[in-house]
């Protein structure tokens, strides 16, 4: 089966019409009120916890810390009981931090604590001084810059090595969650977080239950953040859990997956339960993973087709784990997913039909983003002679044409099978593909569209589209990230950015607040 052909782009980009008036930056925010019909669900994408993210979950920074040494050697070196590495004399093991984050971060005190014997340094050019030292203890000032935080385990005495070590990030030490403080104020109010980044489902190698991250591992970054720490964050703000299966997971990491969830999401949350992400993606290795099953199995002899239907009886097999583990608190508790394509139909009707999965799951999810077609490399010069005010004329088109027929196709669907339609991601795409992402042109005009203020517009207009047409919980993509030419995925590029220069965030937050009477901040 074809992907859908989409619009000509000269079509998006032809003049706006009157009923795009409403976008133009002389008239931007002064909408009509949000109509109370019109509200919904909102959920958010939470980035991968890594040293190059501004997203900055933990107190600690040494959750997302890079180990890194000058060769492989550490490979064969023994390691603490948490994990941490134990370089023997005369090496040394830099970690880095605050990677690329263009000076995005606070400034102030930072402290570094540590158990066992030896000798901690932090250096690179944005430590301004060193405040203090003393046994397992140091504190730096920090002045924000490009340049990133190096903490190197210069000596650790074997018999007594440096473990339990932790980078606190300015006023965080004697907190006593794990979390952020600023890291949490700004999720206030999301419906739902998606884990699938936070988890590092993409290309996930977890099998075993004994393979998967722990709360005890010194850094949260091997495999992805812990579930017992997701699951402590949506229990913390209150929120529903989207959690994304390993794509290779066996049945009994499915179970104790299913228990833990179980026994630790409160009651009152809804746990939304995904095979991995994006089956359908092939620069996925789940995707071809999928795709070789699918043929091995003998469900299609088209690769595209079976590795779809791979999706649908691996997703039935994990939704019948969990109807077992949660037994007669399934339909309350447990929202089973099943993830198709936004851009082709087809795919969300072949994962309910084959094998009649659809039976078995509660929701069709997709990701409705608009104006992917704008990074295309085809189209580069059009994009750049028509401008922000051209790229904007042809975003509007895009998201009450395209995207909004999309949007229509995928409700009949959930309709025609008494099943929910909800988004795993969405929003703006805006990124060069097919060696656009290298045209340092269209990656300024693309970061600019995402800091004008008529980017809030559309997000209106399309939040609007979706709940119009039968939309349900749409969580966002994503919650915190650097810009760069790969595409402006976060709402906010840092975690502290201004409402007036982060539309996305600033119009979630609007639909959100306008339904408890608050003020977006």
């Known amino acids: 089966m074809t992907i859908p052909k989409f619009l000509a782009l000269a079509a998006l980009m032809a003049s706006a019409t009157a009923s795009c008036a409403q976008n133009t930056p002389e008239n931007a925010g002064q909408r009509a009120p949000l ?99 003393g046994p397992g203890r140091l504190e730096i000032e920090i002045e924000p810059s490009n340049n990133a935080l190096v903490v190197t385990i210069a000596r650790s ?42 988890g590092e489902a993409n290309n996930s190698t977890l099998q075993k239950w004994s393979e998967r991250p722990k709360p005890s591992d010194a850094r949260w970054n091997n495999h992805g953040v812990p579930l017992e720490i997701q699951i402590e964050l949506a229990n913390t703000l209150e929120t529903d859990a989207w959690f994304c299966v390993p794509h290779l997971a066996d049945d009994d990491y499915v179970r104790e997956m299913a228990r833990l969830i179980k026994a630790n999401l409160k009651p009152e949350a809804k746990a939304y339960i995904e095979l991995s992400n994006e089956i359908w993606n092939g620069m996925f290795a789940q995707s071809r993973y999928a795709e070789k099953r699918g043929v091995e199995l003998g469900l299609d002899a088209n690769g595209f087709t079976a590795k779809l239907n791979w999706q649908a009886r691996r997703s039935k097999e994990i939704f019948a784990i969990f109807d077992e583990v949660f037994g007669a608190e399934r339909e309350n508790r447990v929202v089973r997913v099943l993830a198709g394509q936004a851009g082709n139909p087809w795919v969300a009707g072949q994962l309910l039909s084959f094998e009649n999965a659809g039976k078995s799951a509660d929701a069709i999810a997709i990701a409705p983003y608009f104006g992917h077609w704008f990074g295309d490399a085809a189209n580069t010069e059009k994009v750049l002679a028509g401008g922000l005010d051209g790229l904007f004329e042809g975003l509007s088109r895009d998201v009450d044409g395209e995207n909004l027929n999309l949007i229509k196709a995928h409700a009949k669907l959930a309709r025609d099978n008494g099943l929910e339609l909800i988004a795993y991601e969405g929003g703006q795409h805006l990124s060069g593909t097919g060696g656009a992402e290298n045209n340092d042109k269209l990656t300024s005009l693309f970061h600019r569209a995402n800091t004008d203020a008529r980017m809030k517009e559309l997000y209106f207009r ?60």
């Open 35 to 133: 109509n109370p019909h019109l509200q919904h669900r909102i959920g958010m994408n939470l980035s991968s916890n890594v040293d190059y993210s501004s997203q900055f979950a933990f107190a600690d920074l040494w959750r997302s810390a890079r180990p890194w040494t000058p060769d492989n050697s550490h490979l064969n070196w023994p390691t603490t009981e948490d994990g941490t590495l134990v370089p023997p004399p005369g090496k040394v093991l830099d970690h880095y931090l605050l990677t690329d984050l263009r000076g995005w971060y606070p400034a102030g005190k930072y402290v570094i604590t540590w158990q066992g014997e030896g000798e901690v340094e932090a250096r690179k050019f944005n430590v301004k001084r060193e405040i203090s030292r």
């Open 157 to 198: 005495n074997p018999d007594n090595p440096i473990r339990d070590l932790h980078v606190w990030m300015p006023g965080t030490e004697d907190l006593k969650s794990v979390w952020n403080p600023a890291f949490l104020e700004r999720l206030k109010g999301f419906e739902a977080l998606r884990f699938m980044d936070f």
């Open 462 to 521: 399309h939040h609007e589209n979706w709940v119009k047409n039968g939309g349900g919980l749409y969580a966002a993509f994503a919650f915190v990230a650097i810009p760069s030419k790969w595409g402006s995925w976060g709402t906010l590029r840092y975690l502290d950015e201004p409402l007036e220069t982060a539309p996305k965030f600033a119009a979630l937050r609007e639909i959100l607040d306008a339904q408890k009477g608050q003020t977006a901040k």
